[in-house]
């Protein structure tokens, strides 16, 4: 157990509507990564929040949005969605914020995301 | 751009050891090296990093060259539990972790 909590695990939506993904981090990590992962696909960087605030941006599209709370969990909205859109989305968590050293890094279990 | 190159697939009999290697020609002298791996579709698992010396945890070795352009992540005694996607990591300055696409290693019986 990583102590990063995504939920839900799988989700079942259609074309053209909108989810919200849940991350909890760690105790204690102020950074929040979020990650998407296509069938036999790679680990996508989406987006990075620190302490609430976006720290870097990956090739995230603009109908995904993501955001910090000041409780540190983070949300992974995506709207619109499209069958291509299908995908496990991780969200990691560290204490540190530079990229220097970033630290161990954190991940939940994901969450799939099936796109009918 | 990838800053790691690692080969995309190795295999390794049980109980022999991986060794799973990883260019990283262009690190800067403060960057770290970190792996990780990722068991089928699983979260990502955290393995060890360094950044000028060897390394030894209870998962794995972590050697790196004197030029640090290059390092081996050694498991001593692969088991088929360690089958898995393997992947070396440099963080960038700007906060970025970029996964690459990573060595699948498979351990056979």
């Known amino acids: ?116 | 751009d990838a800053k790691t190159t690692q080969p995309p697939s190795m295999d390794c009999a049980e109980g022999r050891a991986a060794n799973l290697p990883c260019n990283h020609s262009t690190i800067s002298g403060n960057e770290y090296v970190y792996w990780y791996r990722q068991i089928h579709s699983q979260g990502p698992q955290y393995i060890i990093h360094g950044l000028k010396n060897n390394e030894t945890n209870e998962m794995a070795s972590l050697i790196i060259t004197e030029d640090r352009k290059s390092s081996t992540l050694i498991l001593p005694h692969a088991t088929l539990r360690d089958t898995a996607v393997y992947y070396c990591i440099l963080p960038y300055n700007t906060d970025k972790l970029i996964f690459g696409t990573g060595t699948r290693l498979q351990v056979f019986p």
């Not at chain 1, 914020?97 to 799939?112: A, P, Y």
């Open chain 1, 1 to 116: 157990d990583s102590g990063v909590t995504q939920t839900p695990k799988h989700l079942i939506t259609a074309t053209g509507q909108r989810v919200t993904l849940r991350c909890s981090p760690r105790s204690g990590d102020l950074s929040v990564y979020w990650y998407q992962q296509s069938l036999d696909q790679g680990l996508q960087f989406l987006i990075q929040y620190y302490n609430g605030e976006e720290r870097a941006k990956g090739n995230i599209l603009e109908r995904f949005s993501a955001q910090q709370f000041p409780d540190l969990h983070s949300e992974l909205n995506l709207s619109s969605l499209e069958l291509g859109d299908s995908a496990l989305y991780f969200c990691a968590s560290s204490v540190a914020r530079t990229g220097i050293d970033t630290g161990e890094l954190f991940f939940g279990e994901g969450s799939r995301l099936t796109v009918l």
